[in-house]
């Protein structure tokens, strides 16, 4: 049986990959706070799914249409603080369809 020691310095090198790729995603995501509503709704209109940042500590994935939803999924849609406008509507989220009774 072969067995070897797992090595001490794994867990810190999972731990700072962990934090130099968190910290760039993170700084990556667009913020709708620091856009127009126009800019806002031309980048997810460019993407058609994004995630982005809508305050301090909350961010959402907004698609442009239902077709960046599963088939299960409806759109409603999302407001979010822009610089121009503090309730834009900058897409759409997709959320679960309410099954009533079952069926």
Same mark, same amino acid.
């Given at each position: 049986m072969n067995y070897r020691m797992p090595s001490p310095f794994r867990p810190l090198t999972a731990a700072?990959?962990?934090a130099a790729l968190g910290s760039q995603a993170f700084a990556a995501r667009p913020d709708t706070r620091t856009m127009t509503c126009a800019?806002? $709704? =031309?980048?997810?209109?460019q993407n058609?799914?994004?995630?982005m940042t809508t305050g301090e500590?909350?961010?959402?994935?907004?698609?442009?249409? $239902? =077709?960046f939803c599963s088939p299960s999924q409806d759109v409603v849609r999302e407001i979010?603080?822009?610089?121009?406008d503090p309730r834009c509507r900058v897409g759409y989220t997709c959320?679960?369809?309410l099954v009533v009774g079952g069926k």
């Open positions: 700072i990959l962990f800019q806002a $709704r =031309g980048t997810i209109a058609g799914s994004l995630v500590h909350t961010y959402t994935r907004v698609v442009h249409n $239902r =077709g979010a603080p822009t610089q121009d959320n679960e369809r």
